[in-house]
């Protein structure tokens, strides 16, 4: 049994994903979560409000890191630079814990109610970008915009990165922005001569 609540919702977190790849998340109850981690259901209960959240813990931690790391950027960047620092800075933790990402990322992906709570926490930590953005200065409107056209890039560059590890997730951050400045480059109109 486990001694500490580290270890027990360390415990529960494995047992939930172990399960959740064997039977699949629909049909894993919290109680059997609850005795392969080997703690009663209201243990359970006590580290996590129901099932899904078993697999978004952190939101919070990376919620904190990410305004931190946008607060934290050098004044002088706009708010594309001071978004992308920040997401290098979160990808440095998410590429050392990449071996225990994928079967998550896996079981989400196959997982429609899991996929829902995902976009529901993008959306929860796009808007935490955007009050980070505004807090730097940016104009309300603006840092929505950036920061919403920011986590696409983010994401586009994750996804890119699972799909193929070979190259390293700050190339495909780094990237993915030099894509969307140039988009947004040749989006503009020219300019009228005359």
């Known amino acids: 049994m486990p001694r500490s609540g580290a270890e027990a919702r360390r415990r529960l977190q494995q047992a939930a994903l172990e399960l959740y790849q064997e039977r699949g998340f629909d049909q894993t109850t919290a109680a059997e979560i609850a005795a392969r981690a080997g703690v009663n259901e209201r243990t359970f209960f006590r580290h996590f409000p129901d099932k899904r959240e078993v697999l978004f813990d952190g939101e919070a931690d990376l919620r904190a890191t990410l305004m931190q790391a946008v ?60 009050e980070a953005l505004r807090q730097r200065g940016v104009g309300a409107g603006t840092a929505d915009l950036a920061a919403r056209t920011g986590w696409a890039a983010y994401q586009h560059a994750v996804q890119a990165w699972v799909d193929d590890p070979a190259r390293g997730l700050d190339a495909r951050l780094c990237q993915a922005f030099d894509d969307l400045r140039a988009l947004s480059a040749a989006a503009l109109p020219a300019p009228e001569s005359g």
């Open 71 to 130: 607060a934290e950027a050098p004044g002088s960047l706009e708010p594309f630079d001071a978004l992308l620092c920040a997401f290098r800075e979160s990808a440095r933790n998410l590429e050392n814990h990449r071996p225990s990402s994928d079967p998550r990322w896996k079981v989400i992906a196959v997982t429609p109610a899991l996929r829902e709570r995902e976009l529901a926490k993008h959306a929860w930590l796009t808007d935490a970008v955007a």
